[in-house]
């Protein structure tokens, strides 16, 4: 099983950028999809997820409005982030979790991570 992550980059403050994870090796039928993300010097912190069926989804307050998080089938999602702000600067993992609720517990598989950097 591979998660492949991608779609981060250099932006300014108040910009966009747009995260895409691809999942191969099984099938993600009722598995949530989303992401974490871990700052220089934080702990880790989930960021938002959507359920296997692509209808609902949540978000870290953090975020909440200016991130939104979709899924194109069951092995593909992405993560539109709007409205940058530099403490959103971070290294970005995309996740999948047996299950509906991927911000509780341990993630099933990990993506190798894609750094994105706000500046102000």
């Known amino acids: 099983v591979q998660l492949v992550d991608s779609g981060g980059g250099l932006v300014q403050a108040g910009g966009s950028l747009r995260l895409s994870c691809a999942a191969s090796?099984?099938?993600?039928?009722?598995?949530?999809m989303g992401w974490f993300r871990r700052a220089p010097g934080k702990e880790r912190e989930f960021v938002a997820q959507?359920?296997?069926?692509?209808?609902?989804t949540s978000y870290a307050k953090s975020v909440e409005g200016r991130f939104t998080i979709s899924r194109e089938n069951v092995n593909t999602w992405n993560l539109q982030m709007d409205n940058l702000k530099p403490e959103d600067t971070a290294l970005y993992y995309c996740?999948?979790?047996?299950?509906?609720?991927?911000?509780?517990?341990?993630?099933?598989?990990w993506g190798q991570g894609t750094q994105v950097t706000v500046s102000s």
């Open positions: 996740v999948a979790k047996y299950g509906n609720y991927l911000q509780y517990g341990e993630p099933d598989y």
């Open positions: 090796g099984r099938t993600f039928n009722n598995y949530a």
């Open positions: 959507i359920t296997w069926s692509g209808g609902v």
